[in-house]
């Protein structure tokens, strides 16, 4: 990646990576920002916003994205992972990633809304507005 396309925060106490991604975005962008922050053993699920990305999936990489998470099922397997959109091709592309949640053993979902995601994760409701100032201070630093 030749610039920042994603910034994350690592919220120990809760057992989340919040991300949220930016501009234009391949599969591949999305599988080296993965590698970044799906190694942190101490951190526990994915908190992912695509509200502020284009995603831009090439031909086979869909299949390249299912082939990566397959070789990294010990380290995925026991996370779940929100994904947040905002437009009608966001929500395909995650549709897609979620059809191969049995193949990679992944808990793949998609939301269109922070409360949605803070609700399936069980977090409690007071915790919402601490992660939307996470996403609001990610949007404003780009």
Known sequence: MTEEKDIYKIVLDKRL???CY?????LSDFIACVNETGKDSLA???FKDFREAELKPGTGEIQEFVEFYKGQSTLYSKREISITASTPKQ???NQILE???N???VNIKTFSTLSEV???FGLPYSDLNAIQDYFTEFKNAT
């Open 44 to 46: 526990g699920n994915f």
């Open 22 to 26: 930016f501009g234009l975005f391949s």
């Open 91 to 93: 929500a395909v592309f």
């Open 17 to 19: 990576i919040l991300k």
């Open 99 to 101: 059809q191969f949640k």
């Open 103 to 105: 193949d990679t053993l």
């Open 118 to 120: 803070t609700k399936w």
